[in-house]
């Protein structure tokens, strides 16, 4: 048990004040540092009576880091969705989540949950967007973080539309690329998504699946989309007869993992792989690399949602997992390579420079759990980079004592590359708050310890922008 799990409870459970305000950044903090550092998670696990038992159960809140010649200055706000309105004029929890159900809940239109928005944050097309496991994202003013309401890409998308958390930007394009899952009972589908820098939908293509496989995240590369697919099941007949999504979910491992790569241009099938019964939450990069496709992943032997479950119980049973690469001859339908990283513990929310997606790129970073393999509640507690040219080895930084990492890392680029940095929030129980904290991407030393004013729960996903010049045309409706 990590020394800080008796004081997780408190960090998961707090409730954070919306509010901006202004912070002493300090000595350390690099002068050409400029732009907003976002990430987004599950913010309020308790509404009115009920208390919600599942990590992804909570409504979406943003915390907003912005460097300027000025200094720091904070924004954190909660997403004001559809699902979030509705309880906070009914004082009381409404919707069913995805691991808490209870007397006389609700469904979206009887069939799917209502989005809480709070698994990612991209800014794309002039704006920010929150997104979900399922359902439209919602469009956020880079600056204050007030909710501007649902972004259907101009009437591309709507509520029920199949729409995955993980969009991937094409820096080459400018495109963002995303994925869903229709998971009817007769043809489960895989939907992928591509829409121009300005926001308007280039394609729709889809992709008949075998099996009802959920799917997190998945790989880009020039060509192709590239997708785990693990032996993860959802019964959609379960939720809509009362069911939690983690009710209706089932690992089937004996029905096997498959590596599908498919055509962006077309949409075909290119290769369906065998590989396996391993598990993937998170994808760290694809590329293209003569006539291969590389994919890099995070495997485990089996899914990980189950600890996320009986908060604040969290990862209390956790296995060892590994950044594996896999190099793919999509022609032949093979995988020919297959190099695991040197690191096992728990490792979960990788970050590269993103500016090398879909391109070829040699390292990433990512957090981890030192005490994996040890009984009792744990968390993210080691910061981590991997260097494909030497997977054997990793770099770790590991925290002192009554502090984890709260929050996925974001890599941001100086001005020459041993300037570059790592920022990532830091919960340190001791003093009872959030701190962001600056390291050296290489070497991962401290530089630079920025003090929140609020203690804010662990959260998910992160980004880094620069200052986003707004679109003059938001597609959002105020909430």
């Not at 005490?371 to 509640?377: D, F």
Request: proline letters at 7%; hydrophobic letters at 40%; charged letters at 20%.
């Amino acid at each position: 048990m990590n020394d800080f799990a008796p004081g997780l409870e408190r960090a998961l459970f707090a409730d954070p004040r919306e509010a901006a305000y202004g912070i002493d950044a300090g000595t350390g903090v690099p002068s050409w540092l400029r732009g907003t550092y976002y990430v987004i998670g599950p913010g309020r696990f308790v509404r009115g009576t009920q208390r919600y038992s599942h990590w992804l159960d909570g409504d979406g809140f943003v915390c907003a880091v912005r460097f300027d010649e000025r200094g720091a200055s904070v924004a954190q706000r909660y997403v004001r969705t559809a699902k979030a309105a509705d309880e906070d004029t009914a004082g009381r929890a409404l919707y069913r989540t995805f691991g808490t159900r209870f007397d006389g809940d609700r469904l979206n239109r009887g069939t799917a949950l209502m989005s809480p928005s709070n698994v990612s944050v991209t800014a794309f097309a002039g704006t920010l967007l929150a997104f979900g496991e399922q359902g439209m994202p919602v469009e956020l003013d880079p600056a204050t973080l007030a909710t501007r309401g649902p972004f259907g890409f101009g009437g591309a998308i709507n509520d029920l539309t199949p729409f995955s958390a993980h969009p991937r930007r094409d820096p080459a394009t400018g495109s963002l690329v995303t994925f869903g899952v229709s998971f009817a009972a007769s043809q489960p589908t895989l939907n992928l998504f591509e829409f121009d820098a300005a926001a308007g939908l280039s394609s729709r293509r889809r992709a008949a699946l075998d099996l009802p496989r959920t799917i997190h995240d998945f790989a880009l590369t020039e060509r192709h989309a590239v997708f785990h697919l693990d032996p993860y099941l959802l019964d959609a007949a379960a939720i809509a007869g009362g069911r939690t999504v983690m009710e209706a979910l089932s690992w089937r491992p004996e029905l096997g993992t498959r590596i599908l790569v498919m055509s962006r241009q077309t949409g075909e099938t290119v290769a369906s792989i065998k590989h396996g019964s391993c598990y993937c939450l998170h994808v760290v990069n694809g590329f293209e690399h003569g006539g291969d496709t590389i994919v890099d992943v995070i495997e485990y032997e089996r899914p990980i949602y189950d600890e996320y479950a009986g908060l604040p119980e969290l990862f209390s049973t956790v296995g060892p997992g590994r950044p594996t690469r896999l190099v793919i001859d999509a022609a032949n339908g093979a995988i020919t390579e297959r190099t695991p990283a040197a690191y096992t513990s728990a490792p979960d929310f990788p970050a590269i420079d993103p500016d090398l997606t879909a391109r070829p790129y040699s390292e990433c970073w990512m957090l981890g759990i030192s005490a994996t393999g040890s009984a009792g509640r744990k968390f993210f507690d080691e910061l981590v980079r991997i260097d494909w040219a030497s997977p054997d080895r990793a770099e770790v930084h590991r925290l002192t004592p009554g502090q984890f990492f709260a929050g996925e890392p974001a890599l941001v680029r100086g001005p020459e590359p041993t300037d570059d940095v790592v920022i990532c929030p830091v919960c340190d129980l001791t003093a009872a708050r959030t701190t962001i904290g600056l390291f050296r991407a290489r070497g991962l030393e401290p530089l630079a310890t920025l003090p929140l004013r609020d203690l804010l729960p662990p959260l998910f996903h992160s980004t880094f922008a620069a200052a986003i010049k707004s679109s003059s045309g938001s597609q959002g409706k105020r909430l």
